[in-house]
């Protein structure tokens, strides 16, 4: 597969350190507020990443952190500590905001078939594992002890700037004017590995350290999660492209200077989504979530669908109009899957043509939104029906767009169309009763349930929701 490789900063031949395995590392959310379209843009790319490293055979381990503590509002290391803001916020403890929007980001990714990693941890579970790594970096000389907090010494490095085109101005991007400058700094690229005088003097987390009482820097989590889980040796490391400088600078820093060797071999960043102000952003305080686009009315794999229209290392303006023609497309596509009959044999010949044609068009550096238009080729191939719906559903394994279960049920709805059931009718009736029940309005849920078994409709619960069913 090729590659674009942020560390080179030219497309590249993925080659991981050993050749069946991947050791793929993701840089998680920070859980102070609802992760917005624009996160979710890079974790969808990212998950149709790993699906497809699984889908051309190799064995995937992925690993996901959870900032939980220590990211401040600019990423190098000044500001006040997000964590802190969104609790202050909401009149919560951190450790309660962290949990409630790692669980609405799960809810998200659930919706958006974005699969969870393999390894999920949260930063605050990894103290001991980031003092460890400290305490080496101070051992070799890496890291130094100033005004009371520790920092990783830049200039101890043969090079700094690894994916060449950042400078130190860029250090100053997210810094509110009144944020003053770190004196105890050495140099000004130098980052905060430990927090042992807190800038805040309500913060909330801390713990005991060789050098105090105190709480992590950012960036050590994800070098020592990835370290901890995956081993010396990474294969890929993704985030948004934000995270190239400093974070991911930061942590090949740090991580090669405690190994004393090469530590991760690929760098994936996914381009931003745009709005009208320009990148989105949590702290810009208004954004669009899944939840509000679902509010409108949009299926959310609809927006997923959006995502992979577009090519991951170009910007995306977010727009409804694009997004309506993309509800459209998805529902036509949907639809035209569901004319196919599931008779016949597969053709393995004419598959294997078309995997072929799926596979040159992924491995060209993740092109996803030739890999739909794979999906377009298969519906006017020369074949028959039985080859057209393995092959959706072999590239589905990658787009999860849920073609054939959506397939399936508009199938099932139009039976029942045209056997004179009112679908919509009944759906309707359904939630109204659940709506009546909730309210404790029993007259009302009595009279629903009269009018669908007027209709011969017998409604069942089970724990995956309410069912039902026509019986004559
Ligand atoms: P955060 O929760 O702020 O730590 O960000 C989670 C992920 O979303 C990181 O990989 C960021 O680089 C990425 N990200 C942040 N803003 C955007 C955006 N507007 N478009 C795409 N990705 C973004
Ligand atoms: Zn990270």
Known sequence: MILYNTLGNEKQEFIPFESNRVRMYTCGPTVYHYAHIGNLRTYIMEDVLEKYLRYSGYDVTRVMNITDVGHLSSDADTGEDKMLKGAKREKKTVLEIAQFYTDAFFEDCKKLNIKTPDVVEPATNCIEEFIEMVSVLLEKEYAY??????????????????????????????????VEEDLAKRNKTDFVLWFTKSKFDSQELKWESPWGLGYPGWHIECSSISIKHLGEYCDIHCGGVDNAFPHHTNEIAQSEAYLGHQWCKHWFHVLHLLDRRGKMSKSKGEFLTVSLLEEKGYNPLAYRMFCLQSHYRKPLMFDFDILDNTVTAYNKLVSRIA??????????????????????????????????????????????????????????????????????????????????????????????????????????????????????????????????EIQQ
Do not use: P
């Not at 719906?389 to 990658?398: A, G, P, S, T």
């Open 339 to 468: 004319n196919l009959k599931n008779d016949g044999e597969v053709d393995t010949n004419v598959a294997n043509e078309y995997i072929a044609k799926f596979k040159e068009n992924m491995d060209n550096d993740l092109n996803t939104s030739l890999g739909l238009t794979s999906l377009y080729d298969v519906l006017k191939a020369k074949t028959n029906d039985k080859t057209k719906l393995y092959l959706i559903e072999d590239f589905d394994k990658v787009l999860s767009l849920d073609l054939i279960a959506a397939a399936d049920k508009l199938r099932a709805e139009n039976e029942q169309k045209s056997l004179g059931v009112d679908t919509e009718k009944i759906e309707e009736l359904i939630a109204k009763r659940q709506e009546a029940r909730a309210n404790k309005d029993w007259a009302t849920a009595d009279a629903i349930r009269d009018e669908l078994n007027a209709m011969h409709v017998v409604v069942k619960d089970s724990k995956d929701g309410i069912t039902w």
């Open 145 to 178: 002890i100033s005004g009371g907090n520790v920092y990783f010494d830049t200039s101890k490095l043969d090079k700094y700037y690894v994916f060449g085109n950042q400078k130190e101005e860029d250090l100053e991007v997210g810094v509110r004017e009144d």
